[in-house]
């Protein structure tokens, strides 16, 4: 997947070790010999950037060498940490770049973020790999968690439960090296969003995370427990546990509340909680409650965010219970507008909640067998 989205093969992305795994996970050998351990470390290094070059083209255009190029040399110019590989800018530098894909994840077709989030990723790789001063390894791990769970979450948007699962294993290991509690929560609470609009997921997995993630959060108000929270109270809607759902937002609501003034970048929390709010009134059919729900919502939301056709969708699946024929259509409109390149799998799970709304007679339309092979088909790139 990574070869596609950057236009190369495998091989030249990564190399040909001598042991691989089949689809089984089994190893294999390969026919091809291991390389001295320098001319290793050479063509690793070699690969590295190839990967840099062709992620950062994909989203630059034809000046990605360059930009490559003075990415190098502003990291050369740097003064190392006494003990360490990396400097104080080149970690800052990353945990600004965090910030940045978070932003470009919600409007950004998925191939694009990840491409963007190769590069980056591949320069901290090599620091993760040395020994580092115990506080230069908190900093470093706290940047590089961050970019993991954004690489984990596209893989989870693009249907890649392989990768995705690696990576957010990748994000557990790193944000709990960091010793980040908030962080931790935050980023289980993002696994637990991900997985959540994946219909192939066990809901009472992905619920223990979102527990998980409440627990690491504490007692004390933040912005990471009212999400995790939040996201407590959406799987439970989502399992038709609508009673438990609506009390777990109201305690998401109450505990946003008594949020201190300044929060930080985990403000962007006020956003997703009206989403939460849209999706769990919708699903348990409180039409008065829904509909102020997704008003409110969709003014938070650009038209090119990736959850404004979900907000949409909500509305569709309340009103499936008492026009299915106009839901259904409406439902069909939005999931077109949307392009192949810009199509996640929460998509999914989305409009197989509005089927599951429609009364039983409903479900045998033709519109409903238009919509599932609209939704469901192969709308890759």
Request: neutral net charge.
């Amino acid at each position: 997947m990574l070869a596609l989205a950057f236009g190369l093969t495998e091989a030249e992305l990564f190399g040909q070790p001598g042991i691989s795994e089949n689809d089984s996970g089994e190893p294999r050998e390969r026919t091809l010999p291991v390389k001295a351990s320098t001319r290793d470390e050479d063509d690793e290094m070699k690969r590295r950037r190839l990967m840099r070059d062709a992620a950062v083209v994909a989203v630059g255009g034809a000046i990605g060498p360059t930009l490559t190029t003075l990415t190098d040399a502003w990291q050369a110019s740097q003064p190392r940490i006494s003990g360490a590989s990396v400097s104080r800018g080149m970690i800052d530098d990353w945990e600004d770049a965090a910030d940045a894909h978070a932003k470009a994840a919600r409007i950004e077709p998925p191939t694009v973020v990840l491409a963007a989030l190769a590069a980056d990723f591949a320069e901290m790789a090599p620091h993760l790999a040395r020994r580092q001063p115990d506080a230069v390894r908190r900093d470093l791990t706290h940047a590089a968690a961050r970019h993991a769970a954004l690489i984990a979450g596209k893989w989870t948007d693009m249907g890649n439960r392989r990768q995705a699962r690696r990576w957010w294993g990748t994000t557990r290991t790193l944000v709990d090296e960091s010793g980040d509690r908030l962080l931790a929560s935050w980023l289980r609470r993002r696994e637990a969003l991900h997985r959540a609009g994946d219909p192939a997921e066990d809901l009472a997995e992905v619920l223990s995370i979102a527990q998980e993630a409440r627990s690491l959060a504490g007692q004390r108000p933040s912005a990471p427990l009212v999400a995790a929270v939040a996201e407590e109270a959406m799987i439970f809607a989502a399992m038709d546990r609508h009673g438990e759902a609506v009390t777990a937002l109201r305690a998401a609501d109450d505990i946003f509340d008594r949020l201190p003034g300044a929060e930080g970048r985990f403000r962007s929390v006020e956003r997703e909680l009206r989403y939460g709010r849209s999706l769990i009134y919708s699903l348990a059919g409180h039409e008065r409650s829904a509909e102020e729900a997704q008003g409110s919502a969709e003014k938070l939301y650009s038209p090119g965010d990736q959850t404004l056709p979900r907000v949409r969708l909500h509305r569709t699946t309340l009103h499936a219970r008492t026009d299915p024929t106009e839901a259904v259509d409406e439902a069909f409109r939005i999931v077109a507008d949307i392009p192949p390149k810009r199509w996640l799998i929460r998509y999914v799970a989305d409009v197989q909640r509005v089927i599951k709304t429609l009364p039983e007679p409903a479900r045998a339309l033709p519109a409903v067998r238009e919509l599932r092979a609209l939704a469901f088909g192969d709308r890759s790139v």
